[in-house]
């Protein structure tokens, strides 16, 4: 089978799984995010180990997964983070590094690598789940906001804002970057990228957050951005994502690697389709809570 079959029908399988669990949320989201998580942190160990790292890969993608369920504790009363537990995960991994790796282990190297594989995963991919239950995000008391007559969780639209604009981001740019071409980017980073593909990204992506905005944020989440807003928010959104792009190809090309992973059929792995959403999601989320008005109809 050639890549676009695969492709499509990885795209065909993995994005209706992912949008159930967006609407869905609770467990759902929650255990969709740990699995990712875990399976980035695997990746990104990988490059690290290609590139003469010696991470702790087990321990760092438990703790990788364990992030996002610690957060869904949190919302539901269970458990409440605080920084003495950021501490003893530290120290935890310290203590591991001490005995598995020796003062001829690179043991430094090991906890540095290990704590950043984690956070670099599981630590932002759970904006995610504090995107779903955003505090403007309010549902009417039959259980969701009310979009041409059906019911959905204003959490889930509110959440896939940043997650379209980074596909119009990167439709935006590949299309651009190859119908001008032009000055390249960061050609020591990524050669097929061009400063043309980047404006372009960004033109698509306050395009689609204006449309967003007006016919699916506003009716259906009570939510909006002034106009000034809507621009910063989707010119910020943009970038941002283009620069988690850069950030996964300069440590695929510190480590020799073309691709992340080879576990999803067409499209590499894990990192390699998640790069930029790493970067967005926190960064969306601080924009969130201080651009978004209460817009209702």
């Known amino acids: 089978m050639s890549e676009l079959p695969k492709r499509v029908l990885a795209g ?112 932002l991919l759970s904006f995610a789940y504090a995107m779903r239950y955003h505090q403007y995000a309010i549902d009417l008391p039959t259980g969701g906001a009310r979009l041409w007559s059906t019911n959905i969780a204003a959490g889930g639209v509110l959440l896939a804002l940043p997650v379209l604009l980074t596909w119009a981001t990167d439709i935006g740019a590949f299309q651009v970057g190859r119908a001008v071409g032009g000055r390249k980017l960061m050609p020591t980073v990524s050669p097929g990228k061009t400063v043309s593909g980047a404006i372009g990204g960004l033109v698509f992506a306050v395009i689609v957050a204006w449309l967003y905005t007006r016919y699916l944020l506003r009716p259906a989440a009570q939510l909006a951005f002034s106009p000034t807003g809507l621009v910063v928010f989707a010119v910020v959104v943009s970038v941002v994502g283009q620069i988690g792009d850069l950030f996964e190809s300069m440590l695929k090309r510190e480590g020799g690697v073309k691709d992340s992973s080879h576990l999803i059929p067409g499209h590499g792995g894990v990192l390699d389709r998640l790069d930029s959403l790493f970067f967005v999601l926190p960064v969306a989320y601080v924009l969130m809570n201080a651009l978004l008005i209460p817009a209702p109809n």
Not at 38 to 56: K, M, V
Not at 59 to 81: E, M, N, R, W
Not at 84 to 89: E, L, M, P
Request: aromatic share 8%; with cysteine; glycine share 14%.
């Open 12 to 123: 065909v399988v993995l994005a209706p799984l992912a949008l159930a669990a967006v609407l869905k949320g609770g467990a759902a989201l929650a255990g969709l995010l740990a699995v990712v998580s875990a399976i980035g942190a695997w990746e990104f160990y990988r490059i690290a180990r290609a590139a003469g790292h010696e991470p702790l890969s087990d321990l760092g993608c438990t703790i990788a997964g364990l992030i996002p369920l610690a957060v869904h504790a949190k919302y539901l009363g269970l458990y409440q983070p605080h920084f003495g537990t950021v501490a003893v995960v530290v120290i935890v991994v310290m203590c591991v590094s001490l005995w598995a790796r020796g003062s001829n282990g690179k043991p430094a190297g090991a906890v540095a690598t290990t704590l950043f594989g984690a956070a670099y995963t599981g630590g």
